[in-house]
C-alpha cells in the first residue's frame, strides 16, 4: 500500500497511554448519554452514578471494543507509517 502521507519525510507520532486514551473517550461519551451535554471534552461520570447505574461492566465492554478497533487501526494505518523515520513520544510524558 502506498504511504498515506508521501509529502512527510520523517514523523513524530504522539500516543496516549491505551488505557487513559479508553477511559477518557468512555468519560467523553457517558457523560453525554447520561446528562445530556453533548460529546464535551470536559467533565466526568458522578460517582454516586457509577455505583447506582452498575457502568463497571459498561466500561469493561467499551474498554475491549475500543481495544479492539485501535489495534485494527494500529495494524493497518501504523503499519504504513513506520515506513518514515519517526519518533514515538506518549502524551503524558508531555505534561
Known amino acids: 500500500l502506498p504511504c498515506p502521507w508521501p509529502r512527510f519525510g520523517a514523523a513524530l507520532v504522539v500516543v496516549r497511554r491505551p488505557l487513559d486514551a479508553i477511559w477518557a473517550e ?6 453525554a448519554r447520561l446528562y445530556g451535554r453533548g460529546e464535551r471534552h470536559v ?13 463497571q461492566a459498561d466500561f469493561d465492554a467499551f474498554a475491549v471494543r475500543m481495544a ?3 489495534a485494527r487501526w494500529h495494524a493497518r494505518d501504523y ?6 523515520p519517526h519518533v514515538v513520544v ?5 505534561v
Open 90 to 94: 506518549c502524551f503524558e510524558d508531555l
Open 43 to 55: 467533565g466526568r461520570v458522578r460517582e454516586k452514578d457509577w455505583v447506582s447505574k452498575n457502568l
Open 68 to 70: 479492539r478497533d485501535t
Open 79 to 84: 503499519a504504513r507509517l513506520c515506513e518514515l
Open 26 to 31: 468512555y468519560q467523553r461519551k457517558t457523560v
